[in-house]
């Protein structure tokens, strides 16, 4: 059996780029002192992470199929050491997308699609007592 999940079929960089990661964090803080000599302080806290909510793609599926292909299939060797050897071939990427083409079923629907993304804006608050 012969698994081509995770296989780079043309090329690195063949799904395309995610977009860039950008993330804008703002965080407020202010302190009150108070009591003899202004020993204590209270702590005012303001964090607000990614402030403009930007929802930007971090990942894609990239298991362009989950059932096993026979090797014979994209004319490759039953051995497993030959059959990676064979791998690097341009004909054999040929063959596996011709596969997919022909037997589209065998490809995985969620293939290139993003499926993680940047997580969205949290806004928290603190009160430090500081003694």
Do not use: C, W
């Not at 209270?42 to 990942?59: A, K």
């Not at 059932?67 to 004909?91: C, H, K």
């Amino acid at each position: 059996m012969f698994n081509i999940d995770n296989v780079i079929l043309n090329g690195r960089g063949d799904l395309g780029r995610t977009e860039a990661f950008t993330q804008t964090d703002f965080a407020i803080h202010h302190r009150y002192r108070f009591g003899s000599n202004e020993r204590l302080s209270l702590v005012f806290d303001l964090d607000i992470l990614n402030l403009f909510n930007e929802s930007n793609v971090l990942t894609v599926f990239d298991n362009i199929s989950s059932i096993n292909i026979e090797p014979d299939e994209v004319g490759l060797s039953a051995d497993t050491p030959t059959a990676e050897a064979q791998f690097q071939r341009q004909n054999t990427r040929d063959a596996i997308n011709a596969l997919f083409t022909a037997e589209p079923s065998l490809k995985d629907p969620r293939f290139g699609i993003a499926n993680s993304f940047q997580a969205p804006r949290t806004i928290r608050f603190g009160v430090r007592f500081l003694f």
